[in-house]
């Protein structure tokens, strides 16, 4: 959705060096904006986003108008029944049906043979992953690796709102994630002791409110118990602090 950083930049490059041609959309999608989210505000820089994707030798920026995208009376959707609700979706509904749709579109449009997601937003390219199986679109969704500031917060658009102090208790996220890691590296496989240790993170501050903390199976998003094969560990919060 533009506002684009060195997460968003290494999705290109890692696309530059796999890829003969590469395709970068800049689209600020409505239709994953819940009606008190921040839509409207949303940082749209496109002429420094222009210049970066120029820079690393995109070969076609495709920045449509909301019209073109979503014309008059448009009312067909794609959603991921079940995955779409679960995480992120279940306080956010029709958050991810609104990302499908317009991935949909975006595949439909560029045919890529291959699309490059980020890892953060981690359900996302899992439900991503599942709508290309089951609408056996010719694409391969290839993940590429968080990429975090040198405290640990991860990179993301939205991080613009922040102020000093907001970036500071923000960073209780990586804190959480880096406790769970060292809990499962010292033997604990039990799901609901690693979610307390998350919870456990953010009892220590005030001013973040934790939503959830799940381990869930990284390509279905259901809730494991057995972490032999792997797992994936998914954290929302949101600020004590009134907006």
Known sequence: MGALHEG???????????????????FVNPTQFGPNEDLAKYPRPFERDRELLEAEKVDVLFSPSVEEMYPPRAATFVHV????ERLCGKSRPGHFRGVTTVVSKLFNIVDPDRAYFGQKDAAQAAIVKKMVRDLAYPTQVVVCSIVREADGLAMSSRNVYLNSEERQQALVLHRALQAVQSAFDNGERSTSKLRNVAEKAFAKTSQINLEYAEVVHPETLDPVSDLSAGALVALAAKSAAPD
Do not use: K, N, Q, W
Not at 81 to 84: L, P, T, V
């Open 8 to 26: 968003h930049l290494l999705l290109v490059r890692t696309a530059r060096a796999e890829c003969d041609f590469v395709v970068a959309s800049i």
């Open 81 to 84: 029944e079940g995955m779409s």
